[in-house]
């Protein structure tokens, strides 16, 4: 029996150095492959200078153009069983192409995070007014939620916002997979080498700068935080990395003020373990924060906000301290760089939660079942989700004009 083929869908290539989203994507393909899939991975981009080289790992890569009839020549020759959209704006692109030519393949949507949700708490950050959940009736709200409708199963990365699809916007249970970020057995293994409090020196932040609440979060850091904390530690620096940085990030370094823009982290492990305190005042967001789990894998208690420890911890105590305002967050930065004792119950109380709450071996056999469940009942499954087939039949008709007339116009401008 021919192994089973699934095909991945991104508008960008794998960065697992740059971003959680491309690490969280090379544990998917890992888990595929494991389940015997060949894999085919397709981007709307140009490959960077960070991506990681897939056909190392034996997955089969190409790009895919929007707007073009030759995706459908493509997919049909290909004819994978099971068809992975990274993130709804590519699903919209491509979605009806795929239901098209491929109508009995499995259509999975992986949210990354919530983007209506993030973008309203923008929305709300930025006019200095109070989130609430009306604030969610929005157009992109209306785009994605209709993604999730249109696809057989989303993954989602946040309790939280699984909770939020469910009573808010009314989406079917069955229709949705809690999928966080996960840590193997291995990794677990390394918690007991990780460099004790004596050995490290300063607090950390690190984040993708594409990703606006990370850019947010430096602001606050060098405006807000960082210009009382400095003066309450007046030895201490503050050591600023990420992918991306453009010339306004670089513009804030500052050697007098002991706040470094140091750009990309060769070594992402490195560099955190051997801060003492992760800090990350995040303003407005979605999902769960890759930098905030690493810290705990590798032993760096953390400073937070609730809306970046949400969907993290569930019921256990935080590796170190949420707080949402200026003066509680600078409070208990000195508190947890200083006292040993609260910085070592931080680090394992950070242990706890990668054990209880992240480890892989809680969610690949019951998502592995799912999917072949899925596969074997999808007629029925589909005949459930009347919402998502009426959706689809729109989308079907109106995108399939567009695009055709999109196609036409481009060929005719070249």
Same mark, same amino acid.
């Given at each position: 029996?021919?192994?089973?083929?699934?095909?991945?869908?991104?508008?960008?290539?794998?960065?697992?150095?740059?971003?959680?989203?491309?690490?969280?994507?090379?544990?998917?393909?890992?888990?595929?492959?494991?389940?015997?899939?060949?894999?085919?991975?397709?981007?709307?981009?140009?490959?960077?200078?960070?991506?990681?080289?897939?056909?190392?790992?034996?997955?089969?890569?190409?790009?895919?153009?929007?707007?073009?009839?030759?995706?459908?020549?493509?997919?049909?020759?290909?004819?994978?069983?099971?068809?992975?959209?990274?993130?709804?704006?590519?699903?919209?692109?491509?979605?009806?192409?795929?239901?098209?030519?491929?109508?009995?393949?499995?259509?999975?949507?992986?949210?990354? $995070?919530?983007?209506?949700? &993030?973008?309203?708490? @923008?929305?709300?950050?930025?006019?200095? %007014? #109070?989130?609430? *959940?009306?604030?969610?009736?929005?157009?992109?709200?209306?785009?994605?939620?209709?993604?999730?409708?249109?696809?057989?199963?989303?993954?989602?990365?946040?309790?939280?916002?699984?909770?939020?699809?469910?009573?808010?916007?009314?989406?079917?249970?069955?229709?949705?997979?809690?999928?966080?970020?996960?840590?193997?057995?291995?990794?677990?293994?390394?918690?007991?080498?990780?460099?004790?409090?004596?050995?490290?020196?300063?607090?950390?932040?690190?984040?993708?700068?594409?990703?606006?609440?990370?850019?947010?979060?430096?602001?606050?850091?060098?405006?807000?935080?960082?210009?009382?904390?400095?003066?309450?530690?007046?030895?201490?620096?503050?050591?600023?990395?990420?992918?991306?940085?453009?010339?306004?990030?670089?513009?804030? $370094?500052?050697?007098?003020? &002991?706040?470094?823009? @140091?750009?990309?982290?060769?070594?992402? %492990? #490195?560099?955190? *373990?051997?801060?003492?305190?992760?800090?990350?005042?995040?303003?407005?967001?979605?999902?769960?924060?890759?930098?905030?789990?690493?810290?705990?894998?590798?032993?760096?208690?953390?400073?937070?906000?609730?809306?970046?420890?949400?969907?993290?911890?569930?019921?256990?105590?935080?590796?170190?301290?949420?707080?949402?305002?200026?003066?509680?967050?600078?409070?208990?930065?000195?508190?947890?760089?200083?006292?040993?004792?609260?910085?070592?119950?931080?680090?394992?109380?950070?242990?706890?939660?990668?054990?209880?709450?992240?480890?892989?071996?809680?969610?690949?056999?019951?998502?592995?079942?799912?999917?072949?469940?899925?596969?074997?009942?999808?007629?029925?499954?589909?005949?459930?989700?009347?919402?998502?087939?009426?959706?689809?039949?729109?989308?079907?008709?109106?995108?399939?004009?567009?695009?055709?007339?999109?196609?036409?116009?481009?060929?005719?401008?070249?």
């Amino acid at each position: 029996m021919d192994n089973k083929k699934l095909l991945i869908i991104s508008s960008v290539w794998v960065e697992p150095k740059s971003s959680a989203a491309g690490s969280r994507m090379l544990q998917l393909i890992h888990f595929f492959q494991v389940c015997g899939y060949e894999i085919t991975y397709t981007s709307t981009s140009v490959r960077s200078d960070f991506a990681f080289d897939l056909t190392k790992i034996d997955v089969s890569c190409g790009q895919v153009m929007i707007n073009c009839s030759s995706f459908d020549e493509f997919v049909t020759e290909l004819h994978p069983d099971v068809v992975l959209f990274d993130r709804f704006m590519v699903e919209e692109q491509f979605g009806w192409r795929v239901a098209k030519c491929c109508p009995d393949a499995l259509r999975l949507l992986d949210t990354e $995070d919530l983007h209506c949700l &993030r973008d309203a708490r @923008k929305e709300a950050y930025k006019k200095k %007014i #109070e989130f609430s *959940e009306e604030m969610l009736f929005s157009d992109v709200a209306k785009r994605e939620i209709a993604s999730i409708f249109r696809c057989d199963l989303t993954l989602m990365i946040s309790e939280f916002e699984m909770e939020l699809l469910q009573t808010f916007f009314k989406v079917d249970e069955k229709l949705l997979f809690y999928l966080p970020i996960l840590v193997s057995e291995s990794t677990v293994d390394e918690f007991s080498d990780r460099l004790p409090f004596e050995e490290r020196t300063d607090f950390v932040f690190i984040g993708n700068f594409l990703h606006e609440p990370n850019w947010n979060c430096v602001q606050v850091l060098k405006t807000e935080i960082w210009p009382i904390l400095s003066k309450k530690l007046p030895k201490v620096n503050l050591l600023v990395y990420g992918a991306y940085p453009s010339h306004k990030v670089f513009q804030l $370094d500052n050697p007098k003020e &002991r706040f470094f823009i @140091k750009g990309r982290a060769e070594n992402a %492990i #490195e560099v955190i *373990e051997n801060a003492k305190v992760l800090l990350a005042p995040i303003r407005f967001g979605a999902g769960i924060k890759g930098k905030l789990l690493e810290a705990m894998l590798y032993g760096t208690p953390s400073v937070t906000t609730s809306i970046g420890a949400e969907g993290m911890n569930g019921n256990l105590p935080w590796n170190g301290f949420i707080e949402d305002t200026n003066e509680g967050f600078i409070e208990k930065a000195v508190s947890l760089y200083s006292d040993q004792t609260v910085w070592n119950q931080a680090q394992q109380n950070g242990f706890e939660i990668i054990k209880k709450r992240f480890s892989e071996d809680d969610f690949l056999n019951e998502l592995k079942a799912s999917i072949d469940f899925l596969i074997s009942n999808l007629k029925l499954h589909r005949q459930q989700n009347f919402i998502g087939a009426m959706l689809q039949h729109h989308t079907l008709q109106s995108t399939h004009y567009m695009s055709k007339w999109i196609e036409a116009k481009n060929k005719n401008t070249v």
